[in-house]
């Protein structure tokens, strides 16, 4: 059972997030960089130097421009060509500087376009791949999908964006080092000034990059439905119920709902958020221009000259530009560093390892035995499974009957060790199913669920999905399409086991509820090694004859094996070597057919009921 919370300590809404979080989150949204491309890393962090570097080098080859023109005019004409030549190679020095700042943001640019691409796939890489080792139960918990669906969002832009955030803050902080270097020689306060200038509205926009974090969080359940019913809405398997029930408008004006609640907290943010940072920026444009104001005074005193004041009122613009976007930075990495916990939130989900490494058993002959076995769903009200026992043994068949809701496909689940029992135990050739290797274990059964899975793949694709090993392998394809009774539709195809199903791809085709289930069943028969069949309601979308057809498949295939049928179908469960019947998860009757008829129970009333409509 999952214990997770989608509010734990030390998250935003608890109030336990700190400063220190952000060097934290920092450092590995840089591993992330380094260990997707280090060469491309080193290259962005040289060119984030040069580009910091220089705006300062270039106002101060401007003052010495302005300051030689001045100088040239106060010599008399026929004295000025030498002069004149000083400030020509200044222009070029100047002009020298800003190509290699232009080549050096035009490489920042493509630094991060390139990272952009690299860094997207690798941290969705990462999200499938923490996926791939989750379990079952994950899957089926509301709270883990909402942190799943908080992590996928922005899990291809927040890590870069912090990154870059981070080398713009270096590349900011170098030219403000820079520009403090030369302000400093005009007064120390300028310096001071410059600093303090841009905090109120720095101070605001963190805060709102707090509530726009705890507000995003908050909905993530509302956001999630809004996904689904766009799914509903845009999915050709819903749109024929949808279109049929005239559901659309309806399910049209709950989404809009929906937007409509979320907009109004978003239009209430934002505007809070904009006015204070209107009023705030306001602040810090009235000390620019007082400023401004005393450098001018200073140049009309005499006390600096034309040159240094362009100079200092260049650098004190590009200074407070630099604060402005040193404080945006901290704040956006802030921001980023609140979604980026997100990611690691998911990436950290403790998963409990399955444990086993036993690729055998003591005592082939005792088959599958089930002792006393007991399962609870998270969450759910009652067990799903209440001490569960039963025995199949090597060439014989076991059918499982009963209500829908009454446990029966989760004891397949329990049997391929999706999920685990909370009591009781899965003995397999004598050995505990906790024991066996899970991966050991499931090469050993070959299962069609009555919710199988139609992948948007090619034919035989779908077919060698059973088993990964020979995914590919085309001479096996037409095998199981044999024992699947598929081999006569596949042949009408335009492409045989290259027709590409569904409709989400060119040229794919769309198959019959019957044609499917035939795909599923070729799907299991992949493997052709497993000695445990595993057949939840395989015949349901199949005429008579072709289910007739399939069962003397299985009972040709049993003789060997252990077979395990879950069905509706009466006429297909009698043939079972025994037959249990599962009520509310416990086994209320077991037998054969012929003795479970003379009890006159559960059964009996079902295979009666189901006989009168064939009379």
């Not at 008579?544 to 003789?559: D, P």
Request: with cysteine; aromatic share 10%; glycine share 8%.
């Amino acid at each position: 059972m999952l214990k997770g919370s989608s509010v734990e300590a030390g998250s935003p809404e608890r109030g336990g997030w700190q400063p220190g979080h952000i060097a934290i989150y920092t450092g590995r949204a840089m591993r992330l960089v380094w260990q997707t491309n280090p060469r491309l890393a080193v290259v962005f962090g040289l060119l984030t130097l040069i580009a910091g570097a220089l705006p300062a080098l270039t106002a101060w080859v401007g003052q010495l421009i302005i300051d030689g023109v001045v100088a040239a005019l106060a010599l008399p004409a026929d004295g000025r060509s030498e002069a004149l030549v000083r400030v020509y190679r200044l222009v070029a020095l100047e002009a020298a500087i800003v190509a290699v700042l232009s080549a050096a943001q035009r490489g920042i640019s493509t630094c991060q376009a390139l990272l952009r691409a690299q860094l997207g796939n690798r941290v969705n890489t990462m999200i499938l791949e923490k996926a791939l080792g989750l379990s079952l139960a994950h899957f089926e918990d509301d709270e883990f999908y909402d942190k799943l669906t908080r992590a996928r969002r922005d899990a291809s832009t927040r890590p870069l964006s912090l990154v870059n955030r981070s080398f713009g803050l270096a590349q900011n902080a170098i030219s403000l080092a820079s520009f403090a270097v030369l302000l400093v020689q005009f007064s120390p306060w300028t310096v001071v000034i410059l600093a303090l200038a841009g905090l109120p509205a720095f101070i605001a926009e963190a805060k709102f990059s707090g509530d726009a974090f705890r507000l995003f969080r908050w909905r993530s359940p509302e956001t999630r439905r809004q996904i689904y019913l766009e799914t509903v809405l845009a999915r050709e398997d819903y749109a024929k119920e949808v279109k049929l029930f005239g559901l659309g408008p309806r399910l049209l004006d709950l989404y809009r709902s929906i937007y409509t609640t979320l907009y109004k907290e978003d239009r209430r943010l934002t505007l809070r958020r904009d006015s204070w940072g209107l009023a705030l920026g306001l602040v810090g444009t009235a000390i620019f221009y007082a400023a401004y104001a005393w450098i001018a005074a200073s140049a009309v005193a005499g006390a600096i000259t034309l040159g240094q004041m362009t100079m200092y009122l260049l650098v004190f613009k590009q200074g407070q530009s630099s604060v402005a976007a040193i404080l945006s930075a901290i704040g956006g990495m802030y921001e980023d560093n609140l979604y980026l916990s997100n990611l690691y939130e998911y990436l950290e989900q403790p998963v409990e390892s399955p444990g086993g490494t036993a690729v055998a058993g003591p005592d082939p002959a005792d088959g599958i035995r089930f002792e006393h076995v007991s399962f609870r769903y998270p969450s759910a009200p009652r067990p799903a499974l209440e001490d569960i026992s039963l025995h199949v043994a090597p060439g014989s068949s076991l059918a499982i009957v009963g209500e829908n809701g009454s446990g029966k496909t989760t004891l397949i689940k329990l049997l391929a060790r999706l999920y685990e029992p909370d009591s009781g135990r899965i003995l397999i050739d004598g050995l505990d199913a906790r024991e066996w290797d899970p991966g050991t274990l499931r090469n050993r059964i070959a299962v069609i669920f009555q919710d199988f899975a139609r992948y948007q793949m090619l034919l035989g694709e779908n077919i060698g999905a059973g088993d990964v090993e020979h995914f590919d392998a085309e001479e096996r394809w037409a095998e199981a399409a044999a024992k699947g009774l598929a081999t006569d539709f596949i042949h009408q195809l335009p492409s045989g086991y290259h027709t590409q199903l569904g409709r989400w791809f060119k040229d794919g085709q769309e198959l019959s509820g019957g044609q499917w289930q035939k795909v599923a069943l070729s799907r299991a028969f992949m493997r052709s090694g497993a000695d445990i069949l595993v057949l939840d309601e395989p015949t349901a979308a199949m005429d008579a004859g072709a289910e007739a057809q399939v069962f003397e498949h299985f009972r040709t295939m049993a003789s060997d094996r252990m077979v395990l049928l879950i069905s509706h179908r009466f006429s297909t469960v009698r043939r079972a070597t025994r037959i249990v019947v599962l009520s509310e998860g416990r086994i209320v009757e077991t037998g054969n057919h012929e003795s479970l008829m003379k009890a006159d129970g559960i059964y009996a009333h079902l295979f009666e009921l189901q006989a009168a409509g064939y009379r």
